[in-house]
């Protein structure tokens, strides 16, 4: 089977990338990837000389560069990780994240009418959903729950999301769609929450936490997402949207003070500044569905891949390292 993943070189795109080939020798993966901020080839130096493997830089709004990768590797499933992510640099500068986000997914799914495909999979967020209250018997939500985006990111991946259903109804194209909360482990990109701590207190420099820090968020460890999605392209019904949990609730200050004491930082690190416009209050996810339909539940427990992911940025500094220092 030959699988386009697209972002593979980003944090959740390459984390599904070694789990493919790890559990696949005889599938070849071809990474798309534009490369821009968030996408680090230094990630991909374990997988680059892997007969099976194949690496593209390229942009997934570029309709020619596009076709002529499916021309050459007559993809038979196509992932779609690329996608501008984060929620601040949506409030800087909506326009390059409609332009990515949903011009980006038309291209692509452009392609696999006209080259043909088995399945083309599109890589979704929970903040589609919009927020929920801090109550605690709010119900969490099912993929039956009303879009309602709070920010140009998941505006821009609800839109996408809309787009790929309506290319499944009109044209017959075969989809899936997962709809994942929040991810955490090895090569994230230190600009979300739990690697900006790490990277930060092992500096000794302050922790900036949004607001009161009360926002809740549920946490999923990147490889019981990969292990979903790939149940999801090979087992999952064409045209359903399928939640993505890690049944972990917990508060962005508990995050950070459980940080601080895992490294032995003092609290005083943290720091309380002026709260995100337009910030989520709370995420609650249900999965019950991926779980009744294609058995999947989360295997790593937070308070383990927290410590595997501790470790991996202890372990692998110079990775982080050369992000902050531009290199």
Same mark, same amino acid.
């Given at each position: 089977m030959?699988?386009?993943v ?8 390459s984390?599904?990338i070694?789990?493919m080939?790890a ?9 798309l ?9 230094t990630?991909?130096q374990?997988?680059?000389d892997k007969?099976?493997?194949?690496? #593209?830089q390229g942009d ?6 596009v076709?002529?990768l499916?021309?050459e590797?007559?993809p038979d499933?196509?992932? *779609?990780?690329?996608?501008e992510?984060?929620?601040?640099r949506?409030?800087?500068?909506p326009?390059?994240?409609?332009q990515?986000?949903i011009?980006?997914?038309?291209v692509l ?12 999979h599109?890589i979704?967020t929970? =903040?589609v959903?919009?927020?929920l209250?801090?109550?605690e018997?709010v119900a ?6 009303p879009?309602?985006a709070s920010s140009?990111?998941?505006s ?18 075969? #989809?899936?769609?997962?709809r994942?909360?929040? *991810?955490?482990g090895?090569?994230q990109f230190p ?5 900006l701590?790490l990277?930060?207190a ?5 922790l900036p936490?949004?607001?009161t820090?009360?926002?809740v ?8 997402h ?5 149940l999801i ?5 064409v045209? =359903?949207?399928y *939640?993505?949990g890690?049944?972990n609730e917990?508060?962005?200050i508990?995050?950070?003070?459980l940080?601080c004491? =895992? ?7 943290i720091t309380?500044?002026?709260d ?5 209050m709370r995420?609650?996810f249900?999965?019950?569905?991926l779980?009744?339909?294609l058995g999947w ?6 308070a ?7 470790e ?14 531009g290199?």
């Amino acid at each position: 089977m030959n699988i386009i993943v697209t972002g593979g070189a980003g944090f959740i795109g390459s984390n599904f990338i070694f789990h493919m080939l790890a559990k696949y020798p005889d599938y070849r993966i071809i990474c798309l990837d534009k490369l821009t901020y968030a996408g680090n080839l230094t990630t991909l130096q374990p997988v680059m000389d892997k007969p099976g493997f194949r690496f #593209v830089q390229g942009d997934i709004c570029d309709r020619e560069a596009v076709n002529r990768l499916f021309e050459e590797e007559k993809p038979d499933v196509v992932v *779609n990780f690329a996608a501008e992510s984060h929620v601040d640099r949506s409030i800087e500068n909506p326009g390059i994240f409609l332009q990515t986000n949903i011009m980006g997914t038309a291209v692509l799914m452009d392609a696999c009418r006209k080259y043909g495909i088995r399945r083309y999979h599109q890589i979704s967020t929970d =903040e589609v959903y919009g927020d929920l209250t801090l109550a605690e018997d709010v119900a969490p939500f099912t993929e039956a729950a009303p879009l309602r985006a709070s920010s140009p990111y998941s505006s821009s991946k609800a839109s996408a999301d809309l787009l790929v259903m309506a290319y499944h109804r009109t044209y017959g194209l075969p #989809v899936t769609i997962s709809r994942c909360s929040n *991810n955490y482990g090895p090569y994230q990109f230190p600009e979300k929450l739990i690697p900006l701590m790490l990277v930060n207190a092992l500096q000794d420099k302050q922790l900036p936490v949004y607001g009161t820090g009360m926002n809740v968020r549920d946490w999923l460890y990147v490889e019981d997402h990969c292990h979903a999605v790939d149940l999801i392209i090979h087992k999952g019904k064409v045209g =359903e949207v399928y *939640n993505i949990g890690g049944n972990n609730e917990m508060r962005n200050i508990d995050i950070v003070k459980l940080i601080c004491k =895992e490294l032995g930082k003092p609290e005083s690190l943290i720091t309380h500044v002026a709260d995100c416009k337009g910030h989520d209050m709370r995420y609650s996810f249900d999965s019950t569905k991926l779980q009744n339909e294609l058995g999947w539940r989360p295997e790593t427990q937070f308070a383990v891949g927290m410590k595997k992911t501790i470790e991996w940025y202890l372990a692998n500094k110079s990775w982080w390292q050369d992000i902050i220092n531009g290199k």
